[in-house]
């Protein structure tokens, strides 16, 4: 079993910045593709921004693109979103995953953007 757990949301100002976290325990290996997703109410989860294991290729929804950078560290099982510039729209439950999401989701972590 591997327990994903996400951290670092909050409040902020349209145009302010967070660095989410996303802590991956159990039974992990480092050579996953991870990703990160978000749930605003009322829609499907979307894709958010993900990274190869080596994190050497990085790709991102083409509505955070140039504000959002998504990295990791494989010695420590996280995967970071820092997120600048920030929108209302942004508004949301970001998780972390696979890219290819097939592990138990996390709780989440809410990202909240007030104009």
């Known amino acids: 079993q591997v327990q994903l757990v996400e951290s670092g949301g909050g409040l902020v100002q349209s145009g302010g910045s967070l660095r989410l976290s996303c802590v991956a325990s159990?039974?992990?290996?480092?050579?996953?593709?991870m990703g990160w997703f978000r749930q605003a109410p009322g829609t499907e989860r979307e894709f958010v921004a993900s990274?190869?294991?080596?994190?050497?290729?990085?790709n991102y929804a083409d509505s955070v693109k140039g504000r959002f950078t998504i990295s990791r560290d494989n010695a420590k099982n996280t995967v970071y979103l820092q997120m600048n510039s920030l929108k209302p729209e942004d508004t949301a439950v970001y998780y972390c995953?696979?890219?290819?999401?097939?592990?138990?989701w996390g709780q989440g972590t809410q990202v909240t953007v007030s104009s």
């Open positions: 159990g039974r992990t290996t480092t050579y996953w593709p």
């Open positions: 990274i190869t294991w080596s994190g050497a290729i990085t």
């Open positions: 995953n696979k890219r290819e999401p097939d592990l138990l």
